[in-house]
């Protein structure tokens, strides 16, 4: 296995913020790292060197989707998902546990795995540990999720549990099929402090090439979602990455760093840019609104993006006032770079010692847009072909 | 008027092929040349940078679109449409004629110009040769064509000799508020061999700095078509840039430049390439086709295209299959390069004597897709807003 981590920066304790360097075959990756969404092996609307030069050094895929469409086959035929997007640098796939429960249709679990029909074509499948881990090395990717058993995020106790158990089992099973391949693990539980506190030192003990977070961002509270990471990140080896997936925002992501947490992933940017939302310092704001239409500053005035260095807000907000398709393209670069940058800033901030002071200014500039994505997210629950609860890795939200 | 054109190789005749170069003030361009269509101030999802990589030397704008919105004056107060859209080099613009007449709603016309209600918002404006004039001032673009009346590709002699000598007298007054921009003069007359011969001498006679056939590439036959264009260029002074608007697919440019014209415009690389037709030698393959779907080789063997040398056809078909923006891009970007690289091949033949023999190969090789084209325009034409014919310059086409 090619694959390590290491600590770049001496932490207070165990739920602290934190720098360090993944190792892979293919590139190191300092931490905290957020990591651009590419389920079908494409962060939408941007080409591999799009991606790289808005300073993003791992992307995620999906392996479900993957599996579906093209087939893990024909990926590996053409030489695997690096050659396949033209992207060189690491790439983490996600097994799709989370989109197998909210995705597939008449889906059923069972020990083995989980039995549903395709969300394109109907076709039945059953996608179990073992296949998730076949699909991910077909795939080629640098990191893997084992499949997980994800619960809704209201699930009760002895749903989330038996879940829990399960996704104990499955880990199990994955690492024992991983050829060599580097998996995490991931720690489940809802928002069950004693349960999510045992599953993370039962996955603790295994020792684990790094360890996600799941079952998170799917609805629960702020509130529920910080005391969740606390509590795992309490028990987690100091020396593992640690990964919170689905998260986030620009506010999610310092706060969790602030936690201890090192890596990320979300289509906040690309799904929001597309909307014409785009990420500034002091929030989000929308190029679509009139008062951008006479605008010659940039987006963004802070930002070094390929975007904000060479276009004005005027001309963005032009496109999308006439639904042209670089304005999409446009808007995601910004985005893209704008929660790489905050990351490696924060990054800077815990070498130097500032990040308490950093993340401080930074939330107390931020207007938080937490309302507003719950508004979409509700209105856009009746849209969604599966069941479970939407998240930002969701396509359908 | 920094505006010149002289000839670069000796044509056998007034209707025979040509090499020159067109100089501006923002570079030089070689002829025959392709100018790839930015109607709305953009490639459609196209950055400058890749159109400039794709060899494109010159782009085109619509003053109608961008006069409706966002404005000339806005435009203009942004420091005009190149640094608005990010494009440094040479700008065309059309002014419009035959976007009034095929997209605005309730259009009257009469000897001062058109009066119409914008097809967006319903909005009543006179866009008057003046007007037109202006606009294209604003937008301070490099080359500019005079307000034309255009009529449908049936209409009888009367009305389009009405249209003719309109046009002639818009001309006029176009070149007396040009203020010094660069002017073509559009020669008109539909189908009727007779008022196009004497339109093109009038028009001949008034010493344009370039010429436009318009009114072409409108239904009519390919024979149609051609018997027009030899009838006008055998009118036209032979130092003098031709221009045939609104053309073309790969073999109606290499059909133009035996016939000696020397500028083309098109949407259809743009257009077609978001529904994953892509132009080859052997005619247009649509990638979303079953057969590319586990094809490692690129689109198109010959092609040194941004897509062809890093993406395989299965990576293409792939993006198609899901519907990713990227996809969109990739084709597009293929279809840009595969034109101007035609001209360009086109240009090096007539240059080394060779284009007799480069013409008879390219046309027996290529696979016309004129009747799928017809067929595309017939199904669309009830879904267009406005009256008048489809022509590929027209968005909702």
Redesign the interface.
């Known amino acids: 296995m090619t694959f390590s981590f290491r600590l770049t920066s001496t932490p207070a304790g165990p739920v602290s913020p934190r720098t360090g360097v993944l190792s892979t075959a293919r590139g190191n990756i300092a931490t905290p790292v957020f990591m651009p969404v590419g389920t ?3 962060v ?4 591999p060197d799009e991606v790289a030069a808005a300073g993003a050094s791992i992307l995620l895929v999906n392996a479900y989707h993957l599996y579906l ?2 087939g893990h086959d ?1 990926i590996r ?3 695997g998902v690096h050659r ?3 992207w060189p640098g690491p790439i983490l796939s996600d097994s799709g546990g989370f989109q197998v429960f909210s995705l597939a249709k008449l889906m059923r679990i069972d020990d083995d795995g989980a039995r549903f029909r395709s969300h394109i074509d109907g076709s039945e499948h059953l996608y179990t540990p073992e296949l998730a881990m076949e699909v991910q090395r077909a795939l080629g990717v640098d990191i893997a999720m084992p499949l997980d058993h994800v619960v809704a995020g209201d699930a009760p106790e002895p749903t989330a549990r038996a879940a829990a158990e399960r996704t104990l089992r499955w880990f199990e099973r994955s690492r024992a099929s991983a050829g060599g391949l580097a998996t995490f693990a991931i720690v489940q539980g809802g928002t069950h402090e004693a349960l999510r506190r045992s599953h993370a030192r039962e996955l603790a003990a295994r020792n684990a090439a790094g360890y996600s977070i799941g079952g998170l961002s799917v609805g629960e509270s702020k509130e529920a979602m910080w005391a969740m990471t606390e509590v795992v990140n309490a028990e987690m080896p100091v020396d593992r990455p640690r990964y919170l997936m689905g998260v986030g925002s620009p506010e999610d992501l310092v706060n969790a760093i602030a936690r201890g947490v090192d890596m990320f992933d979300c289509v906040l940017p690309t799904r929001l840019g597309r909307t014409g939302a785009v990420f500034t310092d002091l929030g989000r704001v929308n190029v679509t609104n009139a008062r951008f ?2 605008d ?1 500053r940039p987006l963004d005035a802070g930002c070094d993006c390929a975007t904000c260095r ?3 807000a ?2 963005v ?3 999308f ?2 639904e ?3 304005g ?2 446009l808007a995601t670069i910004h985005n893209v770079r704008y929660l790489v940058r905050l990351v490696a800033r924060a990054r800077a901030a815990i070498d130097d010692g500032s990040f308490p002071s950093f993340a401080r200014a930074f939330l107390a500039g931020y207007r938080s847009a937490n309302q507003d994505e719950r508004a979409v997210q509700r209105a856009k629950w009746g849209e969604r072909p599966g069941r479970g609860p939407a998240r930002d890795d969701d396509p359908w939200v």
């Open positions: 079908l092996a494409t939408k609307s941007l080409l469409r093209p024909t035929d053409l030489g396949f997007m033209g239409a006479r010659e060479r276009f004005s005027a001309y907000h032009h496109l006032r006439n042209e398709l670089l999409y393209r």
